[in-house]
């Protein structure tokens, strides 16, 4: 049974930086593809980032340049680094591996 748990969220300025955290407990990480995604109130969720095990990597137009998806299959871990944060990047981030989702982690940004 896959369980993922994200951390690393928090508050800040827009400008600021934050590296979002999944850790995963799965025997077949390196083989996985993971994404991040996040959902804003009222809208509906979106993929932000990806990265598959050979470590070729997609983002969303809006966080091109500004987000970078990572993994280290050794600790079974993938991050998001995130930085020139803006507003509209306020949502709440999940890790997804295999269909299977993490709990979720509140991003603010505000002045």
């Known amino acids: 049974q896959v369980q993922l748990v994200e951390s690393g969220g928090g508050s800040v300025q827009p400008g600021g930086s934050l590296r979002l955290s999944c850790a995963a407990s799965?025997?077949?990480?390196?083989?996985?593809?993971i994404a991040w995604y996040r959902q804003a109130p009222g809208k509906p969720r979106e993929l932000v980032a990806r990265i598959n095990e050979n470590g070729d990597t997609n983002y969303a137009d809006s966080v091109k340049g500004r987000f970078t998806i990572s993994r280290d299959n050794t600790k079974k871990m993938g991050y998001l680094q995130m930085t020139s944060l803006k507003p509209e990047d306020t949502a709440v981030y999940y890790c997804n591996i295999f269909d299977v989702w993490g709990q979720g982690t509140q991003v603010t940004v505000s002045s």
């Open positions: 799965i025997g077949v990480f390196g083989i996985s593809v």
